[in-house]
């Protein structure tokens, strides 16, 4: 939410900076806090999908260890494996196109971009696939977060029948 919030303010501060009439050579507010409101969108944007992309590495890795060591079923491991491939290409796309739009803005900043329209396309169509994105990553890391409670209980049930329900209950290691 953060993130969709500071990118429609970013791109509301670039289409003001367009617009704005000013005299050659004086510094434009507008363009600076697009500027700055873009560095830190795009910053806040690859942090939120890396932080994504590490909670499946992590809960992945979390699954196959209890899979392997409970021996339960294939189909967990590879449920996890699924949930994280499918989110991989959400979160590896949003900051590709995160990344294409701000550098098509830096050498428009630089003045050694051709046209301003690329930059807004750019930005335009890696706001529309985040948004995308993060409505997908949400259902997929739901998704995962059932997959592991069924994990957990199905672990609790053998810790139980192994060894009686006050191990489980007080967590103890037996």
Same mark, same amino acid.
């Given at each position: ?54 909670? #499946? ?5 979390? =699954?196959?260890? $209890? /899979?392997? !060591?409970? &021996?339960?079923?294939?189909?967990? %491991? ?50 529309? #696939? ?5 409505? =997908?990553?949400? $259902? /997929?890391? !739901?998704? &995962?977060?059932?997959?592991?409670? %069924? ?24």
């Amino acid at each position: 939410m953060t993130t969709g919030s500071l990118m429609l303010v970013s791109f509301g501060l670039g289409l003001r900076s367009v617009f704005e009439v000013r005299a050659p050579g004086v510094s434009d507010p507008w363009h600076t806090m697009h500027f700055l409101f873009g560095l830190l969108t795009m910053l806040t944007t690859l942090l939120v999908h890396s932080i994504v992309y590490t909670y #499946f590495l992590g809960t992945g890795k979390w =699954v196959k260890e $209890v /899979v392997r !060591v409970y &021996q339960m079923p294939e189909w967990i %491991e590879a449920q996890a494996k699924k949930n994280k491939r499918k989110a991989f290409r959400f979160e590896f796309w949003s900051m590709t196109l995160m990344s294409i739009a701000v550098w098509l803005g830096g050498s428009l900043d630089g003045g050694h971009g051709s046209n301003p329209i690329w930059h807004l396309f750019a930005t335009s169509l890696a706001m529309a #696939f985040n948004l995308g994105a993060f409505c =997908v990553e949400y $259902v /997929v890391i !739901v998704a &995962q977060a059932r997959l592991l409670l %069924e994990v957990k209980a199905r672990a609790d049930e053998q810790r139980e029948a192994r060894y009686g329900p006050d191990v489980v209950a007080t967590g103890a290691n037996p």
